[in-house]
Nanobody, 114 residues
Framework: QVQLVESGGGLVQAGGSLRLSCAAS????????LGWYRQAPGKQRELVAI???????NYADFVKGRFTISRDNAKNTVYLQMNSLKPEDTAVYYC????????WGQGTQVTVSS
């Protein structure tokens, strides 16, 4: 059974940083692309960043230059380093494993105060 568990969310002031982690179990982690998404209240879930099995990355325009996605296959973990946070980054952040079946974590709340 595949399980993704996010952690690292919290409350931070604007301009601050957080690092989110998503630990996977029950999956061939290194073979799959992984992504971070977010969903703010009243809004649709949106893509934040993706990292391929080979380590290639892509980012949404609104986080380019501020967020960095990375992965540690030995630890079955994907990270999202978030710097220069803005109040509009406030959302629940989810990790996703791509593949023939997609899996989602339960989400972690990030709140950025102004």
């Amino acid at each position: 059974q595949v399980q993704l568990v996010e952690s690292g969310g919290g409350l931070v002031q604007a301009g601050g940083s957080l690092r989110l982690s998503c630990a996977a179990s029950g999956t061939i982690f290194r073979a799959n692309a992984l992504g971070w998404y977010r969903q703010a209240p009243g809004k649709q879930r949106e893509l934040v960043a993706i990292i391929s099995s080979g380590g290639s990355t892509n980012y949404a325009d609104f986080v380019k230059g501020r967020f960095t996605i990375s992965r540690d296959n030995a630890k079955n973990t994907v990270y999202l380093q978030m710097n220069s946070l803005k109040p509009e980054d406030t959302a629940v952040y989810y990790c996703k494993q791509f593949g023939s079946t997609t899996y989602w974590g339960q989400g972690t709340q990030v709140t950025v105060s102004s």
